[in-house]
T-cell receptor
């Protein structure tokens, strides 16, 4: 699987959009971009994933660049409960995937 | 759907004893389960991968005789920490993956906090 690079920490104000970047310059054509988050002392939570098109669900939006070498997770209206570590992972869609996590981005949402 | 549970959520044990942690997929069949360990302020570290009915595959540096993994059914995997020592104190997280509900999607349990005194 390709490796990813994320900033170690970010912060944003409550109610504003949080834009979390991820670089994955060595991503392969059949690899997806997945985002998870981990709130303190809990298991990771799936947020969203995409292959090459932008995706949106009830939690967030995922913007993938045309060359697929980077992506941005957007939390449109961050709340205090969005404070967590956010992990960007690239992986293939098959059952042979071996999941590994980088250090992620620690997002702090402040009042 | 796609809920993964872990039991217990936390456990305190004395040094030298063994502790078993259960990971269950409640509403889907998990052909593959993963076990992670997470130390404070660090990322998840994959310990082992287990497929139902076969022996677990351990990551480099993880002692297979110390961390016994059993994946006897499509809904249950167990991690037994044998002869636990204080340095085994950590947050243990499992995840489960199967062909459904979303093909080879990884679903995580809530984690188990182990403290060895």
């Amino acid at each position: 699987d390709a490796k990813t690079t994320q900033p170690p920490s970010m912060d944003c104000a409550e109610g504003r959009a949080a834009n979390l970047p991820c670089n994955h310059s060595t991503i392969s054509g059949n690899e997806y971009v997945y985002w998870y988050r981990q709130i303190h002392s809990q298991g990771p939570q799936y947020i969203i994933h995409g292959l090459k098109n932008n995706e949106t669900n009830e939690m967030a939006s995922l913007i993938i660049t045309e060359d697929r070498k980077s992506s941005t997770l957007i939390l449109p209206h961050a709340t205090l409960r969005d404070t967590a570590v956010y992990y960007c992972i690239v992986r293939d869609g098959g059952g042979s995937y071996i999941p590994t996590f980088g250090r992620g981005t620690s997002l702090i949402v402040h009042p | 759907g796609a809920v993964v549970s872990q039991h217990p959520s936390w456990v305190i044990c004395k040094s030298g004893t063994s502790v078993k942690i259960e990971c269950r997929s409640l509403d889907f069949q998990a052909t593959t389960m993963f076990w992670y360990r997470q130390f404070p302020k660090q990322s998840l570290m994959l310990m082992a991968t287990s497929n139902e009915g076969s022996k677990a595959t351990y990551e480099q540096g993880v002692e297979k005789d110390k961390f016994l993994i059993n994946h006897a059914s499509l809904t249950l995997s167990t991690l037994t920490v044998t002869s636990a020592h204080p340095e085994d104190s950590s947050f243990y997280i499992c995840s489960a993956m199967g062909p459904t509900p979303r093909t080879y999607e990884q679903y995580f349990g809530p984690g188990t906090r182990l403290t060895v005194t």
